[in-house]
Nanobody
Framework: VQLQASGGGLAQAGGSQRLSCATS???????MGWFRRAPGKERELVAA????????YYVDSVKGRFTISRDNAENTLYLQMNSLKPEDTAVYYC?????????????????WGTGTQVTVSS
C-alpha cells in the first residue's frame, strides 16, 4: 500500500495550490485526510473526507479556503488550497484511516504518504 503526495512548492500569499495523493490497493476504501506539520509545531489534521466523499471536516483555520475531494475511480485524493497564507507553510501529508466515515482522531490514520512541502511567501 502506497500513498504518494505531490503538488507542493512555493506560492505567494493569496495564491492557490492543489495537492494530490495517489493511492494503491484497498487504502482508498476508507476515509482519508490531509495533515500538515509546520516547523516547531505539532502535526495537525487539516481536512478529512469520508470514503464516499459525502462528508468532510476542516480545521477552523482553513475553512472557506481549502477543499478536500476524492476521485474514487482514479484512487486519488485532492486538497485545493486557495487564499494561501504564510501560516499555511508546512509539510503536508495524506493519510488513510481505518474507518469509512470521517474521523478526526489521528490514531485512526494508519497509512501515511510521503510529505510534500508547501511554502507560502508574504
Amino acid at each position: 500500500v502506497q500513498l504518494q503526495a505531490s503538488g507542493g512548492g512555493l506560492a505567494q500569499a493569496g495564491g492557490s495550490q492543489r495537492l494530490s495523493c495517489a493511492t494503491s490497493g484497498r487504502t482508498f476504501s476508507y476515509a482519508m485526510g490531509w495533515f500538515r506539520r509546520a516547523p516547531g509545531k505539532e502535526r495537525e489534521l487539516v481536512a478529512a473526507i469520508s470514503s464516499n466523499g459525502g462528508s468532510t471536516y476542516y480545521v477552523d483555520s482553513v475553512k472557506g479556503r481549502f477543499t478536500i475531494s476524492r476521485d474514487n475511480a482514479e484512487n486519488t485524493l485532492y486538497l485545493q488550497m486557495n487564499s494561501l497564507k504564510p501560516e499555511d507553510t508546512a509539510v503536508y501529508y495524506c493519510a488513510a484511516s481505518t474507518r469509512v466515515g470521517v474521523t478526526v482522531s489521528t490514531r485512526e490514520y494508519v497509512t501515511w504518504g510521503t510529505g510534500t512541502q508547501v511554502t507560502v511567501s508574504s
